[in-house]
Protein backbone atom coordinates (compact mmCIF):
# COMPACT_ATOMS: atom_id res chain seq x y z
CA UNK A 1 0.00 0.00 0.00
CA UNK A 2 1.57 3.25 -1.20
CA UNK A 3 1.56 6.14 1.72
CA UNK A 4 0.68 9.10 -0.15
CA UNK A 5 1.68 12.61 1.29
CA UNK A 6 0.04 16.31 0.37
CA UNK A 7 2.55 19.24 0.55
CA UNK A 8 2.07 21.15 3.49
CA UNK A 9 1.95 24.82 1.11
CA UNK A 10 -1.81 22.99 -0.31
CA UNK A 11 -4.36 25.15 -0.34
CA UNK A 12 -7.48 24.12 1.97
CA UNK A 13 -10.23 24.38 -1.04
CA UNK A 14 -8.64 21.09 -1.88
CA UNK A 15 -6.72 21.76 -5.30
CA UNK A 16 -3.48 19.63 -4.20
CA UNK A 17 -0.86 17.14 -5.71
CA UNK A 18 -0.28 14.43 -3.80
CA UNK A 19 3.22 12.66 -3.81
CA UNK A 20 3.86 9.10 -3.23
CA UNK A 21 7.10 7.53 -2.22
CA UNK A 22 8.67 5.66 -5.63
CA UNK A 23 5.24 5.72 -7.40
CA UNK A 24 4.66 9.44 -8.58
CA UNK A 25 2.13 12.05 -8.15
CA UNK A 26 -1.57 12.33 -8.18
CA UNK A 27 -4.41 14.79 -7.74
CA UNK A 28 -5.98 14.80 -4.66
CA UNK A 29 -9.54 15.52 -6.18
CA UNK A 30 -8.68 12.14 -8.72
CA UNK A 31 -6.65 9.63 -6.58
CA UNK A 32 -7.48 6.76 -8.67
CA UNK A 33 -5.13 8.91 -11.58
CA UNK A 34 -1.33 8.47 -10.66
CA UNK A 35 1.24 9.79 -12.67
CA UNK A 36 4.73 7.44 -12.33
CA UNK A 37 7.66 9.36 -11.83
CA UNK A 38 11.12 8.15 -11.65
CA UNK A 39 13.40 9.15 -9.08
CA UNK A 40 15.70 10.72 -11.28
CA UNK A 41 12.50 12.06 -12.86
CA UNK A 42 10.97 13.61 -9.63
CA UNK A 43 14.59 15.40 -9.29
CA UNK A 44 14.39 17.40 -12.24
CA UNK A 45 11.16 18.36 -11.84
CA UNK A 46 12.33 19.74 -8.12
CA UNK A 47 15.28 21.57 -9.56
CA UNK A 48 12.98 23.34 -12.13
CA UNK A 49 10.22 24.05 -10.30
CA UNK A 50 13.11 25.99 -7.30
CA UNK A 51 14.91 27.35 -10.26
CA UNK A 52 11.22 29.47 -11.18
Known amino acids: M ?4 KSSYSAS ?3 CVEVGRGVGMRDSK ?3 VEL ?3 ARQWA ?3 RL ?3 G
Not at 2 to 5: C, G, H, P, S, V
Open 2 to 5: TRWR
Open 13 to 15: DGN
Open 30 to 32: SPA
Open 36 to 38: PVT
Open 44 to 46: SLL
Open 49 to 51: VKA
